[in-house]
């Protein structure tokens, strides 16, 4: 498992988007707003880190699975989030994941509007095809 880490930080937003399906997309390097992810109030600056690997379906073949942990990645974020939030509050979880961009739903409302929406471009790069779908990633 090799781990990948995603430089965000907090400050004028960079290389940060909306979609119209209220979640949030970020580049391999990225700068979020001041924002909190849980409740929508200011960050302070905080920052919640976290690791997300992509799902596999447990029920592939062993070889594989054994595969995965080998050259599998596990991505390594922050996201702003206040000191007044619990972890309970963290409620953001990874659409989809690679090397360079991820795509996130469940972040406060006040955190999303506070994102530039996605250009037309970087969206279709970003959606899923039909055989990604069928992949799940
Ligand atoms: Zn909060």
Redesign the pocket.
């Known amino acids: 498992m090799r781990n990948v880490p995603y430089s965000i930080k907090i400050g004028p937003v960079e290389n940060a988007y909306s979609n119209n399906l209220g979640q949030f997309v970020v580049l391999r390097s990225a700068a979020l707003p001041n924002v ?6 200011p ?1 302070w600056g905080n920052m919640f880190y976290k690791e997300f690997e992509p799902l596999i379906k447990t029920s592939l073949p062993v070889i594989f699975l054994a595969l995965y942990f080998i050259v599998g990645r596990r991505y390594l974020l922050a996201f702003p ?5 619990s972890p309970e ?1 963290f409620r953001v979880r990874v659409i989809r994941i690679n090397g360079d961009f991820a795509i996130f739903s469940g972040a ?1 409302g006040k955190f999303i509007q506070s994102l530039p929406p996605i250009s037309p471009d970087l969206s279709a790069q970003t959606s899923l095809n039909w055989l990604q779908r069928a992949l799940k990633y």
């Open positions: 909190c992810v849980g409740c929508g109030g960050a989030f206040c000191s007044t939030c509050n406060a």
